[in-house]
């Protein structure tokens, strides 16, 4: 099936927790982002890792990237309840940032 | 804070008739693109732009147009509506490698 084609994979945590999200991309990419998209609104970026790059952090967020294996993850630290959200990766097929494809995303619940 | 303005926010539409999604962005990106996301599921790439005047094919194309007559609009052309096409559309814009999104059009075909 086509990247991004299944159904969105699902995880509960409770507020204080460490969670971790995976991607696995199919094409060489010069760079994966991470996308939060809350309900209702349009995918809003919120980190981005080069493929020169091994590990990324933005406050609670931990991106990290294995160009071996195709793959990319997205942890965040101490989760909170607003950062209920489903989380995307794309990756831009090795076109400098052209043409960018999403993988199929993790909707995240976090509870009190 | 990039602007990207979709219309309509939503729309329903009948089998077999057109229906043109609009997008509009303020910032001066060159690179624009349209998604779909059906529920539960991830955004597809169905067109994309370099400029003004290019179209290119995303991953599932068939059944679109795409046309980009300025560097501001990129609108999204469904000449034969089907339910299949039942959806939500996202247009986005972007230079470099952060896009940013319009809040989407749920697009209902009856």
């Known amino acids: 099936s086509q990247w991004g084609e299944e159904n969105l994979q699902a995880l509960s945590i409770q507020e204080g927790e460490d969670v971790t999200m995976n991607c696995s991309y199919k094409?060489?990419?010069?760079?994966v982002h991470w996308y939060r998209q809350d309900s209702g609104r349009g995918p809003a970026l919120i980190i981005l890792i080069r493929s020169n790059e091994r590990e990324k952090r933005s406050g609670r967020l931990r991106a990290t990237l294995d160009t071996s294996s195709q793959s990319s993850s997205l942890s965040i630290t101490a989760a909170q309840c607003e950062d209920t959200a489903v989380y995307f990766c794309?990756?831009?097929?090795?076109?400098?940032?052209?043409?960018?494809?999403f993988g199929s995303g993790t909707r995240l619940l976090v509870s009190p | 804070e990039a602007a990207v303005t979709q219309s309509p926010r939503n729309k329903v539409a009948v089998t077999g008739g057109k229906v043109t999604l609009s997008c509009n962005q303020t910032n001066n990106h060159n690179n624009m693109y349209w998604y779909r996301q059906d529920t539960g599921h991830g955004l597809r790439l169905i067109h994309y732009s370099y400029g003004a005047g290019s179209t290119e094919k995303g991953d599932i194309p068939d059944g679109y147009k795409a046309s980009r007559p300025s560097q501001e609009n990129f609108s999204l052309i469904l000449e034969l509506a089907t339910p299949s096409q039942t959806s939500v559309y996202f247009c986005a814009s972007g230079q470099g490698e952060r896009l940013f999104f319009g809040h989407g059009t749920k697009l209902s075909v009856l």
């Open positions: 794309a990756t831009d097929a090795g076109t400098g940032g052209y043409k960018v494809v």
């Open positions: 094409t060489y990419t010069t760079v």
